[in-house]
């Protein structure tokens, strides 16, 4: 089955810096990639996803880019702030065109220093 | 338009009772996933019901079940308790059976096991 690793674990910067999260996936049938921003006590919330037909996708100060041939794909967060402080989890599909079946990678932890 | 609700939100239970968890759908949505995230970890996919039929299932073991209802609510049902299976139970309900988009989870149900 699909095995997703995540690095590092956690994360410190200094509000106003950029912060970069790498996940690696091991079966090339995966072809959906999400991101889920979990706070303290919350829900697990999506913050952006990418195809496996596009190599970066850019929303604001998120982007997410994907290397099929490697089998990675990085979470880049720019001009970072106190609230994205949280556990970010990246995930792949468990199989081709099963998007809402997710394997997880196992979280990193984000804090943004003021 | 109603979220993800999950019912117990904590409950504790003894090594080898049975526990049943409940999950009310997001409106609309006729698909609910079940994810167990044990403390410090990425949610863990145990199955997946789409009009009522199981679609999907993950690596655990048959004393974990489900069922999905006409109204698309679902239940997670779990025999035979071990001390492992103290976890967050995660429910998340999307659109489709294979459509690659947003998981909408709930708040979850934390399961002490003694």
């Known amino acids: 089955g699909e095995n997703v690793e995540q690095h590092p674990s956690t994360l410190s910067v200094q509000e106003g810096d950029s912060a970069v999260i790498k996940c690696t996936y091991s079966?090339?049938?995966?072809?959906?990639f999400p991101w889920y921003k979990q706070e303290l006590g919350k829900r697990p919330q999506l913050i952006i996803d990418i195809r496996s037909n596009v190599g970066e996708k850019k929303d604001q100060r998120i982007a997410v880019t994907l290397n099929k041939t490697a089998k990675h794909f990085s979470l880049h967060i720019t001009e970072t702030q106190p609230e994205d402080s949280a556990v970010y989890f990246c995930a792949a599909s468990i199989r081709r065109n099963a998007g809402n079946m997710l394997t997880f990678g196992g979280g990193t932890r984000l804090m943004v220093k003021p | 338009e109603t979220g993800v609700t999950q019912s117990p939100t904590h409950l504790i239970k003894t090594r080898g009772q049975q526990v049943t968890l409940r999950c009310s759908s997001q409106?609309?949505?006729?698909?609910v996933s079940w994810y167990q995230q044990a403390l410090g970890q990425g949610p863990q996919f145990i199955f997946q019901y789409y009009r009522e039929e199981e679609n999907g299932r993950g690596n655990f073991p048959p004393r974990f079940s489900g069922l999905q209802f006409p109204n698309y609510s679902s239940e997670l049902n779990v025999n035979a308790l071990e001390l492992d299976d103290s976890a967050l139970y995660l429910c998340?309900?999307?659109?489709?059976?294979?459509?690659?988009?947003?998981?909408?989870f709930g708040e979850g149900s934390r399961l002490t096991v003694l």
């Open positions: 409106s609309g949505h006729n698909t």
């Open positions: 998340a309900s999307s659109w489709g059976r294979t459509e690659h988009g947003e998981l909408f």
């Open positions: 079966d090339s049938a995966s072809n959906y």
